[in-house]
């Protein structure tokens, strides 16, 4: 895979993954888990926002973006979604960290990563996080905590 490819492929994952997100968070909304849906709304605009970081780079380095987005899921169980939220991340940390060899002679996209990098690992992290808790208090008092305003 080129640089150029990896990064129109980033753009695509990252485009879609925002809007499964942006779902996830509407149905968590309708259903009244607010604080859980303010979390992954802020996740899907994060996502965009990396997306269109991508598509700046590209024109920069003189490329055209390509208009595509990657097909993922809707899932409508709490418990599962974070479960395939943590397993994407954990299969995207190590994608995303050959992008830090594969642009070691481009510092700017280079950074770029390492910061896209960073808010993955915290994303995981967190995610890892709320599927414990899950475990420790059980589903029901998860969602009662995911009540709010």
Known sequence: ??????????AKNWFGNS????????LLKARGLNKLADKIMAESE????????VNARLI????????????????????????????ASAEALPEMSK??????????????FEEFIID???HYSWVKGHLCLIEQIGIENYMIEMIGE
């Open 1 to 10: 895979m080129t640089k150029i490819e990896f990064l129109q492929t980033a």
């Open 19 to 26: 809007q499964q997100h942006s779902i996830h968070a509407q």
């Open 46 to 53: 994060e996502e965009w926002d990396e997306a269109k970081k």
């Open 60 to 87: 920069e380095l003189g490329e055209t973006p390509k208009v595509e987005i990657r097909e993922y899921p809707v899932i409508t169980d709490i418990k599962k979604m974070l479960e395939y939220d943590c397993r």
């Open 99 to 112: 992008a830090l060899a594969m642009f070691d002679d481009d510092y700017v996209t280079r950074h770029m």
């Open 120 to 122: 993955e690992q915290e």
